[in-house]
């Protein structure tokens, strides 16, 4: 899979969006964009994730650039509760490749 | 419905000593994954279970770790002559399928060795 960058940290007004960035310069063609975050003493909760389009759910919207070399999750308005870690993870579509590799993902800090 | 839950929440022990974590995944997951997490690392890869067979076993560290599934549900992680680089949280994970369903995480066990 490859390889992903994203800030060690942010901090973010309550009530602003927050936007995260992840570089993955290496991707190639079949690999998709996934984000997970982690609040604190509990585990990864999927967020959402994305090939090529830009996609929205009822948590965040994720912006991938048009050479795929780098997206933006955006969360709308973040809330207190939506401090935590947020992992950009680079992964390969379907079965064959079911691990996810977590590097050392941005804390988000959301200021009240 | 029911998450990912995961027994003990907190487990001590000695140096040496043999320990099991279970896992319960979510019903109708066919997939799970063992993870562990170290202080200020993310989740690292430890073995992916497809029904009751592991599918991906490469990320278990040595042959003190072992983990099954019998029937296809619970899952049991195991170590053997605990060491204290073991102390990590073990996170477990569950998912439709494999591939491209996304994974549900349980809420871990914390493990510290003495």
């Known amino acids: 899979d490859a390889k992903t960058t994203q800030p060690p940290s942010m901090d973010c007004a309550e009530g602003r969006a927050a936007n995260l960035p992840c570089n993955h310069s290496?991707?190639?063609?079949?690999?998709?964009v996934y984000w997970y975050r982690q609040i604190h003493s509990q585990g990864p909760q999927y967020i959402i994730h994305?090939?090529?389009n830009n996609e929205t759910n009822e948590m965040a919207s994720l912006i991938i650039t048009e050479d795929r070399k780098s997206s933006t999750l955006i969360l709308p308005h973040a809330t207190l509760r939506d401090t935590a870690v947020y992992y950009c993870i680079v992964r390969v579509y379907g079965v064959g490749n079911e691990k996810l590799t977590f590097g050392t993902g941005t804390r988000l800090t959301i200021i009240p | 419905g029911a998450g990912v839950s995961q027994t003990p929440s907190n487990k001590v022990t000695e140096k040496g000593k043999y320990v099991e974590l279970r896992c319960d995944p979510i019903?109708?997951?066919?997939?799970l994954y063992w993870y562990r997490q170290s202080l200020g690392q993310g989740p690292e890869f430890l073995i992916y279970f497809q029904g009751t067979g592991a599918a991906d076993d490469s990320g278990l560290p040595n042959d003190r770790f072992f983990a099954v599934r019998p029937e296809g549900s619970v899952s049991t992680l195991k170590i053997q002559r605990t060491e204290r680089g073991d102390s990590a949280v073990y996170l477990c994970?569950?998912?439709?399928?494999?591939?491209?369903?996304?994974?549900?995480f349980g809420p871990g066990t914390r493990l510290t060795v003495t």
């Open positions: 994305g090939l090529k």
């Open positions: 290496t991707i190639s063609g079949n690999e998709y």
């Open positions: 019903s109708g997951h066919t997939a």
């Open positions: 994970a569950s998912s439709l399928e494999g591939g491209r369903y996304e994974q549900y």
